[in-house]
């Protein structure tokens, strides 16, 4: 029986974003395979967060709680060749799930995921250290990685173009959505969350600049200024870069008609969405945008951006502007807030293409993967 090992950290970590990506995904490859030995590997555990059940029973925690800092500063700083499997036992192949791939022995196959480039193409939106950090580590986690999982066919190109990384390296792997994410009528959601009782706009998503809240708050502006009595709900936990957000909110007026919400129990998503008459993610760049694939799901018609992966995932079901294009932010908004139709219309369409989308799909690909590369 072939042994995988899994850096299942940033599921352990993170409520949103990578770490949801990674529990979806793993929590659908247990569905699927109740063969394989998986270790799932796991740093920083503390008494405090205990690690949560296995979910599958050939699935086994191998914990440390050295905490994912510091192994960042012996495996990617020091390169001191402290190999995984110290944490994982023997394993014939190890996947990285989080951009980085630490020192494994010679012998074992390495798979890496890398979610996107945008520290490369919107350097302005990534925190100065992090970015310096990530340009030396990303690119040579890739070159020395036996084979490459991308999350989009956008961020596979930027490997190709900017780290020059042979195509067949590099797999696509599209996320999916889960079967809780439709339409959910929870009346007290707005109470938990102190929603003013107002048409809202969602955002959803770490704040920082790459999400282009800005622009987002001043077309809030412009569209109350021009009569309509809407709202903007962020939800996204504090993330860097974000004080000219705030600032944005103050000298706009905006401060009664923008709720940051935090970050917001999973369980609580498909209701926000649902209650949203839009959903609006003009970000500069994603890759590849799971709260599009969410709010389609949930039957609220999404605003995004025609950059990176976001036409991937959109398809012909969302209205797509340029991201930097702050009237046109306004105007699409505008144009959805009007027009009942348009938003039926997109509702309908959201609902079936989110229907391909699925985390089942996405692990059976996954362990074709790995079937491939244990030969």
Same mark, same amino acid.
């Given at each position: 029986m072939p042994s995988i090992g899994i850096d299942y950290t940033a599921a352990y970590e993170q409520g949103g974003g990578i770490g949801r990506y990674v529990r979806e995904l793993i929590t659908a490859l247990a569905r699927l395979d109740t063969a394989t030995d998986y270790r799932l590997f796991v740093s920083g555990v503390t008494a405090q967060k205990p690690l949560p059940a296995?979910?599958?029973?050939?699935?086994?925690?191998?914990?440390?709680?050295?905490?994912?800092?510091?192994?960042?500063?012996?495996?990617?700083?020091?390169?001191?060749?402290?190999?995984?499997?110290?944490?994982?036992?023997?394993?014939?192949?190890?996947?990285?799930?989080?951009?980085?791939?630490?020192?494994?022995?010679?012998?074992?196959?390495?798979?890496?995921?890398?979610?996107?480039?945008?520290?490369?193409?919107?350097?302005?939106?990534?925190?100065?250290?992090?970015?310096?950090?990530?340009? $030396?580590?990303?690119?040579?986690?890739?070159? &020395?990685?036996?084979?490459? @999982? =991308?999350?989009?066919? !956008?961020?596979?190109? /930027?490997?190709?173009?900017?780290?020059?990384?042979?195509?067949?390296?590099?797999?696509?792997?599209?996320?999916?959505?889960?079967?809780?994410?439709?339409?959910?009528?929870?009346?007290?959601?707005?109470?938990?969350?102190?929603?003013?009782?107002?048409?809202?706009?969602?955002?959803?998503?770490? $704040?920082?600049?790459?999400?282009?809240?800005? &622009?987002?708050?001043?077309? @809030? =502006?412009?569209?109350? !200024?021009?009569?309509? /009595?809407?709202?903007?709900?962020?939800?996204?936990?504090?993330?860097?870069?974000?004080?000219?957000?705030?600032?944005?909110?103050?000298?706009?007026?905006?401060?009664?008609?923008?709720?940051?919400?935090?970050?917001?129990?999973?369980?609580?998503?498909?209701?926000l969405y649902s209650q949203a008459l839009i959903t609006a993610l003009p970000s500069l760049y994603e890759g590849f945008g799971i709260p599009v694939l969410e709010s389609m799901a949930c039957g609220t018609p999404v605003l995004t951006s025609n950059v990176s992966s976001l036409p991937e995932v959109a398809g012909d079901t969302g209205i797509m502007v340029n991201p930097s294009d702050q009237d046109a932010i306004t105007g699409a908004l505008e144009r959805l807030i009007t027009d009942a139709a348009l938003r039926a219309e997109l509702s309908r369409r959201g609902l079936e293409r989110a229907k391909t989308f699925t985390w089942d799909a996405a692990a059976q690909q996954l362990a074709s993967v790995y079937r491939s590369m244990l030969g």
């Open positions: 296995v979910p599958g029973s050939n699935f086994t925690w191998r914990g440390t709680s050295i905490t994912p800092l510091w192994l960042a500063r012996l495996w990617q700083r020091a390169q001191v060749p402290l190999h995984v499997e110290l944490f994982t036992g023997k394993v014939d192949l190890y996947h990285a799930t989080d951009f980085t791939l630490p020192p494994t022995r010679s012998t074992t196959r390495t798979l890496l995921t890398v979610h996107d480039l945008s520290f490369v193409r919107v350097p302005e939106a990534a925190s100065p250290s992090l970015k310096a950090y990530l340009d $030396v580590v990303v690119p040579r986690s890739v070159r &020395r990685a036996d084979h490459v @999982l =991308a999350d989009s066919q !956008a961020t596979k190109d /930027d490997l190709i173009a900017l780290y020059q990384t042979p195509a067949e390296k590099i797999t696509v792997l599209l996320s999916g959505v889960d079967a809780r994410f439709q339409r959910t009528e929870v009346p007290s959601i707005r109470a938990k969350y102190q929603i003013p009782e107002r048409p809202y706009i969602l955002s959803v998503g770490t $704040v920082q600049p790459r999400k282009n809240y800005a &622009r987002l708050i001043k077309a @809030l =502006a412009a569209l109350r !200024a021009s009569g309509h /009595d809407v709202g903007l709900v962020i939800v996204g936990g504090k993330g860097w870069l974000e004080d000219p957000i705030y600032e944005t909110i103050r000298s706009t007026g905006m401060t009664d008609y923008v709720r940051m919400t935090g970050f917001a129990d999973d369980a609580d998503l498909p209701a």
